[in-house]
């Protein structure tokens, strides 16, 4: 019936409708906080899987294990330099430094020096900051915003020449008498004061600057023994450091080329294969689940927010009084006010399972390090289509006779010999971690 719905009941259907579309942008909020601390863990786990793989491809630096490692990769400026000659290099040249020191008089007389009670450098040094602290209490002492002016004017002396006329000299004259106030051995002769105050000065500059030279020589003492120790201690850790530093560009280089990389290179039944496998679903997950975020929720996100914007502007221009008696059609009505809840359900479950079966998915061995392989598929057993994620649809469309082949189901007998077959590599590469650490 045409005009049936009063603008009473359009504000009622309005409310409900602002009250679910909220609703959906509080459980979206949620969902999407759960999935960033995914984010987070998933990141962290990746580079640990790289990690591991990095110390099987090169667990330790010598010639030999950095050619395996580059044959196995094809980073030739591994077998070109070494991690074990890079340290060498450096240790030779912090052995030189270390002599150097050695033979350095600050370093051979260090305690003659520097001996707090009878050093050559540091009795000298406490003697005279003892004599500079007095001095700098009597110029403390002296301190006016004006001294400054007064000295430079020579009022005390023949050569002051303000007139007595003048409002500057009456400001002079109040500054000197304050701080006159402060020496009444010297009572009003300003001059006087001057001469010891100005030949206060000149001793305790030469004091500070002694006092800095001597603080000097002994910072520059301290600072060798410092370099001294710290040298020693770089020489101890320069194989490791190397190590480290081969392995964190052999990762750069790795990651820039992704797991694929690998394929024909490394056996997926080793260790190192393992490994990869892992390293290659973790980032696999992490990738889906961005693509997830950037396109399945922020996308939903901005669409109930522009509803709810709309649905409010109306409700606004409803409230004004020259719609007081408007009245409603019934289809225009019912399609404003449609039950959009199975809807929203439907997209809630599609998200939330390719959300679940992202957050729960171990099963690495399954995968594969091959470029047509697509993890998508692994990570759902085929069960998810994923075309919400452009990555696998970009897969799907560029590879149309693909077909996902489900793994043969074993049995128990056989799942248990193949959990303890992984297993059995893992627990190698883990020796091999502890051999190399």
Known sequence: MSGRYTVHDWHSAA????????????????????????LRALEAREQGALDMLLAGLLPDGSPAAAARAAEWTRFAELAREPPAASAEREITTRRERVAEIERDPRWVERVALRDPDVGTLTVPLREHEEHLAPLDAVL??????????????????????????????????????????????????????RDYYLELVRAAEA?????????????????LEVEHRDTLAAIQTAPQRA??????????????????????????????GVSALRWAGLRKQREY?????????????????????????????????????????????????????????????????SYEALREFDRYHEGSLARDHLWWDTICDGRLKGKQLPSVARFRTHRPDYRYQRPK?????????????????????????????
């Open 289 to 353: 689940l961005d693509e997830l975020e950037r396109h399945v929720l922020t996308p939903m996100e901005q669409t109930w927010s522009r509803d709810l914007a709309k649905l409010r502007r109306k409700v606004l221009k409803f409230s004004r009084p020259k719609h007081r008696y408007t009245r409603f059609r019934s289809d225009e009505f019912e399609r404003t006010f449609a039950d959009r809840s199975a809807k929203y359900a439907q997209r809630w479950r599609v998200y939330d399972a």
């Open 243 to 272: 190590l480290d530093h081969a392995r964190q560009r052999l990762g750069s280089f790795l990651a820039d080329l992704g797991p694929q990389h690998l394929h024909d290179l490394l056996d997926p039944a080793s260790p190192a």
């Open 207 to 223: 004091l500070r600057a002694e006092v800095e030279r001597l603080r000097a020589e002994v910072r520059a003492g301290e600072d």
């Open 15 to 38: 409310n409900r409708q602002e009250r679910v579309i909220e609703g959906e942008l509080i459980k979206l909020r949620r969902r999407r906080q759960k999935l960033e601390d995914e």
């Open 409 to 437: 189901r074993r049995t128990r007998d056989d799942e248990a010999a193949a959990a303890a077959a992984i297993a059995g590599a893992d627990a190698a590469f883990d020796d091999a971690l502890d051999d190399y650490s």
């Open 140 to 193: 403390r002492r002296a301190e006016h915003p004006r001294l400054d002016h007064l000295l430079a004017c020579g009022y005390g002396t023949p050569d002051y020449d303000v007139g007595w006329w003048r409002l500057s000299y009456y400001r002079d004259w109040e500054a000197g008498d304050e701080v006159l106030e402060q020496f009444p051995d010297h009572e009003e002769d300003f001059g006087r004061f």
